[in-house]
């Protein structure tokens, strides 16, 4: 009986692989070739082993509605303050459509100017803007961008278009940012950077111990590691990210602080467009180890016919990988 279902499982994981390469080959193929750049030779989307596979797995199959939602910079607020998460984050001071209604007082505060439905798209306003028409021409241009579907993140397609001014933090003294990468209630790494000159950043590695340490290799900040020790802010910021963090699978929490006070400023849910620097394609780090795919909604909510086929046999794969039974 369970060489009758092993043999079933495989069958259904090889379907499974023909859709993939039918729906989303140039995904596969994209992630194909930055692994064999790592030395991977073989990629497995289908029960996926390192945390960029994953990343991949999770655009392709893990539509949790939640990502719509934290994904998207207004609706994320009213996410946190809904759950009771012990966090400030920065005041919306004005939402809409066209920065032409933005009332002429809030342009006199210190804020920045985002998109709600993408990446990289914000204008700092720290002080009045010398051309203010110029301003609001490129932020109403964000919203004729779409964001996402060239690297397949599924939920920025559903996000509601629209502009956000939002007060900027910490303007008269400088700035640490800490991103903490998160799998259920355990961090297992953390990125500070500084906000220079010169601009230094530093990855932390948490240890068996449950301490961290500082990782020798750079950030995507440059090759200068941050040498100063840690802000005792990051402590408030670990509590906030394992709080976080326990509601999901894995995600990624974005802070900011001057050192003492913390602010929550994004959770983001494909981290790097779904790449894990330096890391993702190593089978024995830890943060791809701990990254359990059983706890996405994908696995943990019940999906309908033929995809709950695909969720039995997968869930049964990683309970056997855990096991060390066979190849998982």
Not at 10 to 37: D, P, Q, T
Request: glycine fraction near 6%; proline fraction near 6%; charge should be positive.
């Amino acid at each position: 009986m369970v060489l009758i279902q092993r043999i079933s499982d495989y069958a259904i994981f090889g379907l499974v692989k023909l859709w993939i390469l039918a729906s989303a080959f140039r995904h596969w193929r994209e992630l194909r070739n930055r692994l064999r750049k790592k030395g991977i030779q073989k990629v497995h989307t289908v029960v996926p082993l390192l945390g960029d596979e994953k990343y991949f797995w999770r655009k392709v199959f893990d539509h949790d509605p939640r990502f719509v939602t934290l994904t998207d910079k207004i609706a994320c607020k009213a996410w946190v303050a809904q759950q009771g998460i012990a966090a400030q984050m920065p005041k919306t001071l004005w939402v809409g459509t066209d920065a032409n209604d933005i009332p002429d007082v809030l342009w006199e505060q210190p804020s920045y100017l985002k998109a709600s439905h993408g990446y990289n798209m914000n204008i700092p306003v720290l002080s009045p803007p010398a051309d203010r028409s110029a301003t609001i021409a490129q932020a109403n241009a964000f919203l004729k961008r779409e964001h996402g579907r060239k690297h397949n993140q599924w939920a920025y397609r559903h996000v509601k278009r629209q502009l956000l001014l939002e007060e900027a933090v910490f303007v008269d003294r400088p700035m640490i940012e800490v991103k903490y990468y998160v799998s259920g209630p355990t961090v297992e790494q953390f990125v500070i950077s500084r906000h220079g000159p010169p601009r230094t950043g530093a990855r932390w590695l948490r240890q068996a111990d449950g301490e961290y340490i500082r990782d020798d290799k750079p950030t995507l900040h440059g090759p200068d590691i941050d040498s100063a020790p840690l802000p005792l802010a990051v402590e408030t910021g670990l509590k906030i990210a394992q709080d976080i963090g326990s509601r999901f699978d894995h995600i990624r929490v974005d802070t900011m602080t001057d050192g003492e006070t913390v602010y929550l400023g994004e959770l983001t849910v494909y981290s790097m467009t779904g790449r894990i620097h330096h890391y993702g394609h190593v089978a024995s780090a830890p943060i791809n180890q701990s990254w359990d795919l059983r706890r996405s909604w994908f696995l943990s909510q019940k999906q309908p016919w033929p995809w709950s086929l695909y969720a039995n046999a997968l869930r049964r794969a990683l309970d056997r990988r855990e096991l060390g039974i066979g190849r998982g």
